[in-house]
């Protein structure tokens, strides 16, 4: 149980152009998601809080208007890459809480490779 | 703010050895949880162990063991039998209990297994 699908696995872009990353919890309803960035041999970098119904809370330096968050249902939340350009390539990583007691490791996507060209 | 502290960016050991991963934080907070995960080169986040700070006894999975030190401030991950699928980056991470909160991940040790 506790499954996270994140879809793209990996996705190349044109400069200018925008992407959206789907991170959805199969097996159970996540009111909270989390957007990780990770660059090579590099630790996560918490990027913003996912919550459902409501707007996400951005991490200092990470620009909103760039990387936009919907989480319309329990089940998935959405990071929308927009304008992308060559600096956004990274490996983006989602996790949520499956709930089911607070001392239950949150459990992660596979992460998607975003390459802007 | 919490901080989560891995001094040793990188570590090898041979097949069937045993290696201790170092992690150390600081917080105020006196009741949190602490985890290894695990990024093969697929780089899938694989939980490992988890410790919840008000339990003294060590957390064990199978090979995988902590030495946790709470006035310390200490968390460590001892590999025994090391195997060549251990190869991996592991991170240490905390959690507030509160529901809602982000882990906070140290910066990770590259761990290379040889035959």
């Known amino acids: 149980g506790a499954v996270v699908s994140q879809h793209p696995s990996w996705v190349i872009c044109k400069s200018g152009t925008s992407v959206k990353i789907e991170c959805r919890s199969l097996?159970?309803?996540?009111?909270?998601m989390f957007w990780y960035r990770q660059f090579p041999k590099q630790s996560l970098m918490l990027m913003a809080t996912?919550?459902?119904?409501?707007?996400?809370?951005?991490e200092q330096g990470v620009e909103k208007d760039k990387f936009l968050i919907n989480h319309a249902s329990l089940t998935l939340s959405t990071l929308t890459v927009t304008s992308a350009h060559p600096e956004d390539s990274s490996f983006y990583i989602c996790?949520?809480?499956?709930?089911?007691?607070?001392?239950?490791?949150?459990?992660f996507g596979s992460g998607t490779r975003l390459t802007v060209v | 703010a919490q901080t989560v502290t891995q001094s040793q960016p990188e570590m090898s050991v041979q097949e069937a050895e045993t290696v201790t991963l170092s992690c150390t934080y600081d917080?105020?907070?006196?009741?949190?949880?602490l985890f290894w995960y695990k990024q093969p080169p697929s780089r899938q986040m694989i939980l490992v162990i988890r410790?919840?700070?008000?339990?003294?006894q060590n957390a064990t999975e199978n090979r995988f063991s902590v030495n946790f030190q709470k006035a310390a401030k200490s968390f460590s991950l001892k590999i025994s039998d090391s195997q060549l699928g251990d190869t991996a980056m592991y991170f240490c991470?905390?959690?507030?209990?509160?529901?809602?909160?982000?882990?906070?991940f140290g910066k990770g040790t590259t761990l290379s297994v040889s035959s």
């Open positions: 996790s949520a809480h499956p709930g089911t007691g607070t001392n239950y490791g949150y459990t």
């Open positions: 991470a905390f959690m507030k209990p509160q529901a809602g909160t982000a882990l906070i």
């Open positions: 097996d159970f309803q996540a009111t909270t």
């Open positions: 410790q919840e700070a008000y339990k003294q």
């Open positions: 917080t105020s907070e006196s009741n949190y949880y």
């Open positions: 996912s919550n459902e119904g409501s707007k996400a809370t951005y």
